[in-house]
Nanobody, 130 residues
Framework: QVQLVESGGGQVQPRSSLRLSCEIS????????IGWFRQVPGKEREGIAY????????KYEDSVKGRFTISRDKAKTPVFLTMNNLKAEDTATYYC???????????????????????WGRGTQVTVSA
């Protein structure tokens, strides 16, 4: 049984940091890329960070570039999302997801498209407020 379990969310003040974890079981992690997504009520779930199965290629959505870092050891769990300088607009439910590993050379837009991902966690809430 495949399971992805997010943790590390919470309520923090602006400019704070959080580190989210995604524990994965039931998958051969040599074969899967991992993405982090977020969603607010009434809006589409958006991809914000991607890392390949080797852990040596990352992609980010523009609004989080320079503030968020996705990381993993090759084919290992957990996968982390370190979030620095958090803003109110980062408030959302955050999800990790697994996609069959892709060859190199695809765009961020393609790799952060939720349609690429087969397995999902249930999410962890992040609230940023003063």
């Amino acid at each position: 049984q495949v399971q992805l379990v997010e943790s590390g969310g919470g309520q923090v003040q602006p400019r704070s940091s959080l580190r989210l974890s995604c524990e994965i079981s039931g998958l051969d992690l040599d074969d899967y890329d991992i993405g982090w997504f977020r969603q607010v009520p009434g809006k589409e779930r958006e991809g914000i960070a991607y890392i390949n199965e080797e852990g040596d290629t990352t992609k980010y959505e523009d609004s989080v570039k320079g503030r968020f870092t996705i990381s993993r050891d090759k084919a290992k769990t957990p996968v982390f999302l370190t979030m620095n300088n958090l803003k109110a607009e980062d408030t959302a439910t955050y999800y990790c997801a697994a996609a069959v590993a892709k060859a190199s050379g695809f765009s961020a837009a393609f790799l952060l498209n939720r349609a690429q991902y087969r397995y999902w966690g249930r999410g962890t809430q992040v609230t940023v407020s003063a």
